[in-house]
């Protein structure tokens, strides 16, 4: 070595470049997808195969802004709406991440998320609860973790105690604002440096695949309650509710919020947080609840037989809800289109976990309640 450097300290310029070459693609992408600001490295642009120690260092530097601007929330929604990233593709993230010297609250969020959403694209979709333990995790990880002892240290089993917490759930509302979930963001920051160790990578992507598959439950259970609840609204000939505790109008329409259910029954199986669209998915439960006369004393096995009309009607009134009967044609608010949704964004990243596959069917679970 001619350099007063010393060997192990020399930055190795091909690999920073060939990482670049990489990740420029998907970086790109994400910077278009949200209007990121950001000067273009023309060496990248231009693909160079044998660029010079200040174009790497550029490379390096456009890489590090994309990262200090790029919001973990922003991560979540384009890949779990994109098609331009392979698993490939999230191990040179994972790699670009899990190198980094520096480490940030964000940067542990990212990590966090990108092993989830690798793990769970790769999972078997059969794959049951008590099947999908640590050692089978570590399986999946080995491409990017290698193979690592999966003794695991004994401040780890609080993950198994939120995850425990969470199956006693017995609906949305319970998960989102039982203070479950802040278990789990508490476990996570209190791990400091520890989370990086390869075994408590290993053990946060379980909870974060196993808790995703908690929500499915409850959130499935939610929307299949609300649509019940609207047909026997229905049945009542009640046209109209008030669902301004969910941020719709006093007097929302049945029909509307009926395709709505349904439009998020698809939006769900691609976004997990438990900012606004989920907590609007519990208010209007409580609303078609309130226009139901059961509030907060419905239990998950529903309702104890019906009533007549009549005594549905004053138990309505007495919970506060608008019911509108008035027998009218809805005309256009019975046009409802995509475009006439509400505007529902995940903006409120509060927690993240990997998206679901489609093809899972969380009747055939293994910890089916």
Not at 27 to 40: G, K, N, Q
Not at 116 to 128: E, I, K, R
Not at 251 to 273: D, G
Not at 331 to 357: C, H, I, N, R, S
């Amino acid at each position: 070595m001619t350099s007063s450097q010393p060997e192990s300290t020399v930055p190795d310029l091909a690999a920073i470049w060939e990482e670049a070459r990489r990740l420029h693609p998907i970086y790109s992408e994400l910077a278009r997808e949200f209007a990121i600001d950001l000067t273009a490295c023309h060496a990248l642009e231009a693909a160079e195969l044998s660029p010079d120690a200040d174009t790497v260092k550029q490379a390096q530097q456009w890489l590090d802004e994309m990262d200090e601007r790029l919001q973990v929330h922003q991560l979540r929604q384009f890949l779990q709406t994109s098609s331009v990233v392979s698993p490939e593709g999230l191990i040179a993230l994972l790699q670009h991440f899990l190198t980094k010297t520096t480490r940030t609250d964000a940067m542990r969020d990212k990590i966090d998320f990108l092993l989830v959403q690798y793990f769970s694209q790769g999972a078997p979709t059969d794959l049951d609860d008590d099947s999908a333990d640590t050692a089978f995790v570590a399986q999946g990880l080995e491409p990017v973790l290698g193979k690592v002892d999966i003794k695991s240290p004994v401040w780890l089993n609080a993950l198994d105690r939120v995850l425990e917490a969470a199956r006693r759930c017995r609906s949305l509302d319970e998960l989102l604002h039982g203070g479950v979930l802040e278990q789990g963001r508490k476990a996570k920051a209190q791990a400091g440096d520890l989370f990086y160790l390869p075994v408590a990578l290993i053990a946060f992507t379980r909870f974060g695949y196993l808790m995703r598959r908690v929500f499915f439950r409850l959130m499935l259970a939610d929307l299949n309650r609300i649509l019940d609840g609207l047909t026997e609204l229905e049945e009542q000939r009640v046209e109209t509710i008030d669902c301004r505790r969910a941020q719709f109008s006093a007097q929302e329409p049945i029909l509307r919020l009926r395709m709505i259910c349904q439009s998020w029954k698809v939006m769900f199986q691609a976004e997990y947080s438990s900012g606004q669209p989920l907590r609007m998915l519990v208010d209007l439960r409580a609303s078609v609840e309130a226009a139901l006369g059961q509030g907060s004393t419905s239990g998950d096995e529903g309702s104890a037989g019906r009533s007549g009309a009549k005594a549905k009607a004053a138990r309505a009134a007495s919970a506060g809800a608008s019911v509108s009967t008035s027998g009218k044609a809805y005309g256009a608010q019975a046009k409802t289109t995509a475009d006439a949704l509400p505007v529902v964004t995940a903006d409120v990243a509060e927690f993240e976990v990997a998206a679901a596959t489609p093809e899972w069917n969380p009747d055939s679970d293994g910890h089916k309640k």
